[in-house]
């Protein structure tokens, strides 16, 4: 799925919505948790997951053509864990039904 095939998603499901409003609202929620990121913060969404930032430590590593060690600096990497209903949803092959349209 990519951003616009959210955008359009979101745009179908909500009517209410016009198509530049679903734009606006994916981009600020994807930019929203960019920014939640960039700053260092964990971003938890209960049954889909949990986004966090990882250390690699600096290393060194070597340059394939000449075989020179060179130093590779420290880096931050954004890490996504699935939740537990994302894993199961993903192995049963069932998608998930948002709780608002579930069956009561």
Do not use: C, W, Y
């Amino acid at each position: 799925m990519t951003r616009s095939d959210l955008v359009e998603e979101l745009a179908a499901r909500f009517s209410q919505l016009t198509h530049r409003d679903a734009e606006l609202a994916v981009k600020t929620v994807l930019d929203a948790m960019s920014d939640a990121l960039v700053r260092g913060h964990r971003i938890e969404i209960r049954g889909f997951g949990s986004f966090s930032i990882n250390r690699r430590p600096p290393r060194v590593g070597r340059n394939p053509r000449s075989g020179e060690s060179v130093m590779i600096p420290e880096k931050r990497v954004p890490h996504f864990k699935p939740g537990k209903a994302l894993r199961e949803a993903v192995d049963a092959g069932t998608p998930v039904v948002p709780p608002e349209s579930a069956p009561k």
